[in-house]
């Protein structure tokens, strides 16, 4: 049974800032947030503070300085790029140990959505779109429970180093989110739009990719410092296993259930499992096939097609050295620096709950609110 904790249950109205994105998704995210969420709220007497993002890096400077102190959660209503500046401002700060353990909350209003999607696929509810999807995700953070969510930690040929609670992808996969971004108005069905599109220009990627298996013995322990990684200019260690073919259709790296709305991509994943959940196609798939892969991930049914050119791998670490010259990399659904790049998952493993603070009912539903409860051995900033 999982460990949940409620940000309410101390003496004082919880307080939340909701970090909202006007030009999200169909550019409609204000209007459902006043439509269907702000009603909501007033009725659990939640109150909030409504943040307007006005461009790019405004919720990652925000959060970089903001006075912690005087939050319980911060709460982003967007697609995922908008979590993922938040994330990488909190581990920007002085004090990223304490500030990456604020809870943070998700609400849909991009068009993929996939961190939304995951957990309210890990409420056990039947699956939702669109404005369900947004009710949903209100009702839970209304409830206000927390629970732990993995972070994986990226390094890129610059040595820069990311936090990614969504994804690693190349090739296809990657290709498709940021081509598709042009048919945003369309909302989710822009991924089959692109899908279709990058089909027909169908392309191989060639690359190394080598990955840490996670082992039966392995139990959950807490890792250090990126401690799986050695620097991107050494060799791999043994244990690592080095994939033979270098000739991909795309790679695609996961750590949730849901890739959007309507791609269930991990059928087993849980917001703490401790895995990344790696998927390759090799090149050689017929266009039909790889598309029948695609329609078949809305059920999560495309592991059971037995397709020879999908490999999937549940591993801790893993590294990618693109040989194409050209391509697209993209962390959480935003494009990185292309060249080589590795990553590292840090379980979200501990679940303290405050002294006084009163445990949920058994029966509680799954978190809206996720923070990653760090150790100081956990990660060391570089
Ligand atoms: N007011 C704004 N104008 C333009 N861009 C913004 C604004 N506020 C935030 N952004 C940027 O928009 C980017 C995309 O955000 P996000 O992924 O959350 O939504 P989305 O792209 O609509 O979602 P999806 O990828 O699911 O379609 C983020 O990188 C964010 O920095």
């Known amino acids: ?27 409609q995210a204000l209007q459902l947030f006043t439509g269907h969420i702000q009603g909501m709220l007033t009725e659990a007497s939640l109150p909030y503070t409504l943040v307007i993002t006005e461009r790019q890096n405004h919720a990652r400077e925000l959060v970089r300085k903001a006075d912690l102190s005087q939050w319980d959660a911060l709460v982003i209503m967007s697609g995922d790029g908008l979590l993922f500046e938040v994330i990488n401002g909190l581990m920007e700060r002085e004090d990223w140990q304490e500030a990456i353990q604020t809870p943070l909350g998700i609400l849909p209003g991009g068009s993929g959505n996939a961190l939304a999607a995951s957990i309210h696929h890990y409420s056990q509810s039947p699956p939702a779109w669109n404005e369900e999807l947004l009710l949903s995700c209100g009702f839970m953070l209304c409830k206000g429970l927390v629970g732990p969510l993995d972070l994986v930690s990226i390094h890129l040929a610059s040595k820069q180093r990311l936090f990614s609670f969504l994804s690693l992808a190349w090739g296809f996969v990657a290709d498709v989110d940021i081509e ?188 809206a609110l996720f923070s990653h409860p760090v150790q100081s051995t956990t990660i060391i900033k570089p």
């Open 1 to 27: 049974k999982k460990k949940k904790k409620k940000i309410r249950g101390v003496c004082r109205p919880c307080r939340i800032m909701i970090l909202v994105n006007p030009q999200s998704g169909r550019g």
């Open 180 to 367: 598709s971004e042009k048919y945003r108005h369309v909302g989710a069905i822009r991924f089959l739009m692109g899908t279709l599109v990058r089909l027909a220009s169908l392309r191989v990627y060639q690359g190394k990719l080598a990955y840490l298996p996670v082992k039966e013995s392995d139990s959950k322990t807490r890792t250090h410092v990126d401690s799986l990684l050695p620097g991107l200019d050494q060799p791999v260690p043994e244990s690592w296993t080095v994939v033979k073919e270098e000739d991909f259709v795309l790679v695609l790296a996961i750590y949730q259930s849901h890739l959007a709305e309507d791609l269930w991509t991990v059928p087993g994943a849980m917001a703490d499992d401790g895995l990344i959940h790696l998927f390759y196609v090799t090149a050689g798939i017929s266009r039909p096939a790889l598309l029948r892969l695609f329609l078949a991930m809305e059920k999560g049914a495309h592991l059971a097609y037995g397709c020879p050119h999908l490999v999937y791998e549940k591993v801790k670490a893993l590294r990618l050295e693109p040989i194409t010259p050209q391509g697209m990399i993209t962390v959480d659904g935003e494009v990185v620096e292309y060249g080589p790049v590795q990553a590292q998952i840090h379980p979200g493993l501990t679940e303290t709950r405050p002294p006084g603070v009163t445990p949920p009912p058994p029966a509680a539903p799954f978190p």
